[in-house]
């Protein structure tokens, strides 16, 4: 992992925000974010919310700054300007505590990442026990519950090279929800997968909307997205061209630029 470079010395501020959580807030918001990489701007002013239990779908073409936008709320990427925050707490402030933030976020990458040497059960349990400090058999008692919702309760011992890729990848579906984050960050989670394995692991997401879960996912699978997201948000060339309902998004565009990105897929 990239460490963060402090812009100015820390004073620690809390993760949980500043007070009680309005529960009609948007969990994540993101106000005018911008980020270059050298001199090529790659998100360009990116304005976006989240609200609690929302499943947003973030589209667009290949180097568009789905993942660098991913990264960003990740704290992965420092952003040259804007703000991001995360419930009610402005995780772009320098004096933040990075991990307290990555706690209250899971991630799920397109490759598993699970720890090769760690049963399936101490992958999952991993976070809460290290990040979070719980106590083994707390931890492992979560794991082991997630564990059972993804649908894999009996490989708890079994190490990740044991596994078929959607089942590795539902794992870290598992580990990413363990320290129970406010949000969870999905960037292609299906694109490393043989296809016969994708729907499962579309499934676990479909499951995870149903009993509640705020998701903030990049993806290629446009029937997915169509399916699955409440609001579907174009990126073009770092910005948002276009956002809304999947039902209106994928049938009438309203911008030439996100007509043009559909119809390669209509064919
Ligand atoms: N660390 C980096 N250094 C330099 N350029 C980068 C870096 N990370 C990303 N980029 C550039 O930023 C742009 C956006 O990349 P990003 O990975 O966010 O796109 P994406 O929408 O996720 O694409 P894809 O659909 O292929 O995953 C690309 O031009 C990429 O080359
Ligand atoms: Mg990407």
Redesign the pocket.
């Given at each position: 992992m990239s460490a963060r470079a402090p812009r100015t010395p820390r004073r620690d501020v809390p993760a949980g925000g500043a007070g009680p959580v309005d529960e009609t807030a948007p969990v994540l918001r993101l106000e005018g974010v911008r980020k270059a990489?050298?001199s090529?701007t790659?998100l360009d002013g990116v304005d976006l919310d989240v609200a609690r239990d929302e499943v947003v779908a973030?589209i667009?073409?290949?180097?568009?700054?789905?993942?660098?936008?991913?990264?960003t709320v990740n704290l992965l990427?420092t952003v040259d300007d804007g703000r991001i925050v995360l419930d009610g707490l402005d995780v772009t402030d320098p004096r933040v505590r990075v991990d307290a933030v990555r706690a209250r976020i899971g991630v799920v990458f397109q490759h598993f990442n699970l720890f090769p040497h760690l049963t399936v059960l101490d992958n999952v349990a991993l976070a809460s026990r290290h990040v979070l400090r719980r106590p083994r058999a707390e931890a492992e008692a979560r794991a082991l519950e997630l564990l059972d919702r993804v649908g894999l309760g009996d490989k708890a011992g079994a190490y990740p090279d044991r596994l078929s890729g959607g089942q590795q990848q539902r794992v870290a579906i598992a580990r990413a929800l363990a320290p129970r984050p406010a949000v969870l960050l999905l960037?292609?989670i299906t694109s490393a997968l043989d296809p016969e394995l994708v729907g499962e692991v579309l499934d676990l997401v479909r499951t995870l909307k149903e009993v509640g879960t705020t998701i903030l996912m990049?993806t290629?699978e446009m029937a997915f997205a169509r399916d699955v997201a409440d609001r579907v948000v174009f990126?073009d060339a770092?910005r948002v061209a276009e956002q809304g309902p999947p039902a209106q998004l994928f049938t009438a565009p309203r911008t030439d630029r996100a007509r043009e990105f559909l119809a390669r897929f209509s064919s």
């Open positions: 990489f050298g090529t790659v973030l667009g073409a290949s180097g568009s700054g789905k993942s660098t936008l991913l990264r990427e960037d292609e990049a290629h990126l770092g």
